[in-house]
């Protein structure tokens, strides 16, 4: 059996490989694999594993993709993204990996014989725009305000139709603001949503761009890791009524996240903050109304609990997401 990971050396991804690698399948039930298919621009070079086959490139370079598929693939984890403000700085860069780059993928694989490829989506919240309604559910409309999100909300539906075709085996995942990201370039806007983490842990000082008001969706790393695990592990039938979900998350007020930093990590974290908020960046990522994702809870998608395993989740070195 052969995964695909695009995006395999990105935040999600390198997290995500570990675990792939640790537990030798896609989930309990699952055959073991015997190649992991790694494509990125660039490569984890610690990586020393026999199963391991990296492809280096963008995945807008059809000779890349040409690559990456020149050997039947199984299952494919497709991660790798422009995100939303890099899309919205470079077009027609957003233009090739978002969205043609994706078309290219779904291309090959309906040229692969039976049976069809399981292929799990990454998309984002951000397909619903900003900003939101009163509240969020499986009848929301998708009214993205970012090219990121146009590009996302198209992949679903084609990500459905070649589905429908019986082509792939698709299931489609929105994220969340996904942490603790490291302090990297990453063309995210909400990157303020991980830099909090550790800075109060380190014991920093931190000047966070929205109130301690502002009330944001959040996710560790470790519990999207279970849970895009958990999407591709899912039996066909459990998805032939629906392939979408918005995933569970913690609704919170920034306040309440430095509460929970204060309780780890010392109360003194309280006076590191400061708070200078910027109109534009609360509107969009400080106003995240009540989610209702009943629909992906039933099927067995979660998220981190409470606030305090919010925290421990994303400062783990150890990507486990425990309840």
Known sequence: MNVLITGANGFVGR???????????????QAPFSRL?????????????????????????????REAFAERVDHVIH??????????????????????????????????PAPPTRFTFASTIAVYGS??????????????????????????IL????????????????????VARLAEPTGLLSAFMSDIFWK?????????????????????VGCCVDNLLHAAALDE????????????VLRLRVAELVDALARRYGDDRRDLVSYAPNDALEQAFGRFPPLDASAAERIGFRH??????????????????TP
């Open 15 to 29: 997290h995500l490989v570990r675990r792939l690698l640790r537990a030798g399948r896609i989930g309990a039930g």
């Open 37 to 65: 298919t790694l494509v990125d621009l660039e490569a984890d070079d610690s990586i020393d594993d026999a199963r391991v086959r990296v492809v280096r490139g963008s995945i807008a370079d059809d000779a890349v993709l």
């Open 79 to 112: 991660l790798a993204s422009i995100p939303g403000g890099a899309a919205e700085k470079s077009y027609a860069l957003g233009l090739d990996v978002n969205l043609r780059a994706t078309l290219a993928m779904l291309e090959l694989l309906r040229a692969q």
């Open 131 to 156: 900003p939101m309604p009163a509240l969020v559910n499986d009848a929301t409309p998708m009214r993205p305000g970012l090219s990121y999100g146009a590009h996302k909300l198209v992949d679903e």
């Open 159 to 178: 990500v459905k139709d070649y589905s429908r075709r019986g082509w792939i085996d698709g299931r489609i995942v929105r994220l969340p603001g996904i």
């Open 200 to 220: 109060l842990r380190d014991g920093e000082r931190f000047t966070c761009p929205v109130s301690a008001d502002a009330v944001a969706w959040w996710m560790s």
């Open 237 to 248: 039938k459990e998805v032939e009524m629906r392939r979408d979900w918005t995933l569970p």
């Open 304 to 321: 981190d609990g409470d606030v305090d395993r919010l925290v421990v989740n994303a400062c783990a070195r150890d990507t486990d997401c």
